[in-house]
């Protein structure tokens, strides 16, 4: 099985890709995960969306790529640089909403919606008010993270802080995970009913 072949990405991708170079951010989720974010999006048909961490749109437009058209996407970045990437590429998309402002802000404003699929790839949500993000999700609602083997980028002491988050994850009775030793390496998490 070649895992990336017939993947047939997002059409803005490569476009999105070659700004980020251009930017020097690298920060990018892995084309597999984008690919795994894809076939997920499209199991919640007419969902409602979360993503904390828009860097320049990669994950995002993964996302919008297997979300119904009547779903929507919420994605918040503090960081107005790579936002006006994403923003470049994807808001044409009346399904997606970009918020440049901090995701711990963001977290602790936010009280009565709640999301069908969060992905958090940023501290917050994360590494940080991991319990707010998980309250806005629906019962049945998917939750998932990346970046959670070993990165060139960690600084130092990272490993210890991605054990405990694991941890976490594991003793949490709410959820049932999956622990994906695959591309960047993946939680993929749902709320139980
Ligand atoms: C790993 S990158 C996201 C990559 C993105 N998902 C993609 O595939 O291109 C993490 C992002 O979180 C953003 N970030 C860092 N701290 C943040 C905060 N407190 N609130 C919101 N965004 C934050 C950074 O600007 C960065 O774009």
């Known amino acids: 099985m070649n895992e990336l072949y017939a993947i047939n990405p997002p059409a803005t991708l490569t476009e999105i890709e070659r700004d980020s170079e251009t930017l020097g951010f690298s920060m990018a989720s892995d084309f597999r995960t984008g690919a795994l974010l894809r076939t997920l999006a499209t199991a919640k048909p007419n969902g409602s969306f979360l993503e904390i961490g828009t860097g320049t749109g990669i994950s995002t437009a993964w996302i919008l790529d297997g979300m119904s058209q009547d779903a929507t996407l919420l994605t918040i970045d503090n960081d107005d640089r790579v936002a006006a990437i994403a923003s ?22 936010i009280s009565d919606q709640r999301f069908d699929f969060i992905f ?6 994360k590494y940080d008010e991991l319990d707010k993000a998980l309250r806005l999700l629906k019962p049945g609602g998917l939750y998932l993270i990346d970046d959670m083997l070993p990165q060139p980028n960690w600084p130092e002491g990272h490993e210890a802080k991605a054990e405990r988050l694991i941890q976490t994850l594991e003793a949490n009775e709410e959820l049932r995970i999956t622990k994906l030793n695959w591309s960047s390496g993946l939680i993929v998490a749902t709320k139980r009913v």
Do not use: I, M, N, T
């Not at 958090?120 to 949500?125: F, L, N, T, Y």
């Open 88 to 109: 470049k590429y994807l808001g044409h998309d009346p399904r997606v909403r970009f918020q440049v402002g901090d995701g711990l802000e963001f977290l602790d404003s």
């Open 120 to 125: 958090a790839d940023s501290w917050p949500g």
